[in-house]
Nanobody
Framework: QVQLVESGGGLVQPGGSLRLSCAAS????????MGWYRQAPGKQRDLVAT???????NYADSVKGRFTISGDNAKTTVYLQMNSLRPEDTAVYYC?????????WGQGTQVTVSA
């Protein structure tokens, strides 16, 4: 059983910063990719950023230059540093973990960017 525990969401003003964390635990033998997706009300869940086991990263165009994804040395925790936040970044952010061919999702954490 794999569990993902997210933290770090909240309310922030436009231009502000937040840092999300996601810790994975359980039967993790081969983590291929960890990352973050987000879903705004009435919209589909979209990729924000991912990081592979080898450290390769991928970002959605809308967050490039503002968000940074990183992982710890044990490769069981992933972080998302979000700077220069905009109202359109408001969404529920979900941690994602790919182990083998199985996808795992966190419970989601709300990020609200508003004045």
């Amino acid at each position: 059983q794999v569990q993902l525990v997210e933290s770090g969401g909240g309310l922030v003003q436009p231009g502000g910063s937040l840092r999300l964390s996601c810790a994975a635990s359980g039967s993790i033998f081969r983590i291929y990719t960890m990352g973050w997706y987000r879903q705004a009300p009435g919209k589909q869940r979209d990729l924000v950023a991912t990081i592979t086991n080898s450290g390769a990263t991928n970002y959605a165009d809308s967050v490039k230059g503002r968000f940074t994804i990183s992982g710890d040395n044990a490769k069981t925790t992933v972080y998302l540093q979000m700077n220069s936040l905009r109202p359109e970044d408001t969404a529920v952010y979900y941690c994602h973990l790919l182990v083998g061919i199985i996808n795992y999702w966190g419970q989601g954490t709300q990020v609200t960017v508003s004045a």
